[in-house]
């Protein structure tokens, strides 16, 4: 029964990973808006699937997944390798008076599958 739940979980996997290719260079998406795209509510097993993301990130973009607040959020890798990967595709970062990275103009930069 375990290796049906590994297959169920890899085929997840492997779709958000599609899905998250059709996020263009200079957008970042949520977790919240691929697993809309993938029409459930599986929030936290996108952040799953993201986070054990076994492809190089010019493959599988990553770092283009923030949080749905706008915070940058973690990343599997070093964090700092998702900054920059953000600022060379033209996504501009800054801190908020908490010390929390966010993505300047969120709404704009937002990703949404239709």
Same mark, same amino acid.
């Given at each position: 029964?375990?290796?049906?739940?590994?297959?169920?979980?890899?085929?997840?996997?492997? %779709? &958000? $990973?599609?899905?998250?290719?059709?996020?263009?260079?200079? %957008?970042?998406?949520? $977790?919240?808006?691929?697993?809309?795209?993938?029409?459930?509510?599986?929030?936290?097993?996108?952040? !799953?699937?993201?986070?054990?993301?076994?492809?190089?990130?010019?493959?599988?973009? &990553?770092?283009?997944?923030?949080?749905?607040?706008?915070?940058?959020?973690?990343?599997?890798?070093?964090?700092?390798? %998702?900054? !920059?990967?953000?600022? !060379?595709?033209?996504?501009?970062?800054?801190?908020?008076?908490?010390?929390?990275?966010?993505?300047?103009?969120?709404?704009?930069?937002?990703?949404?599958?239709?």
């Amino acid at each position: 029964m375990k290796s049906d739940n590994k297959n169920k979980d890899e085929t997840f996997a492997t %779709k &958000c $990973y599609e899905l998250l290719k059709k996020v263009p260079r200079g %957008k970042v998406t949520t $977790y919240r808006e691929l697993a809309h795209g993938l029409n459930c509510r599986a929030y936290r097993a996108v952040g !799953s699937a993201m986070n054990k993301n076994p492809h190089d990130t010019d493959d599988v973009p &990553c770092h283009r997944v923030v949080n749905a607040n706008g915070d940058v959020g973690g990343f599997a890798w070093e964090p700092e390798l %998702k900054i !920059s990967r953000l600022k !060379s595709e033209g996504v501009e970062v800054y801190k908020n008076s908490k010390g929390i990275l966010k993505i300047k103009d969120f709404k704009d930069r937002l990703f949404v599958f239709e």
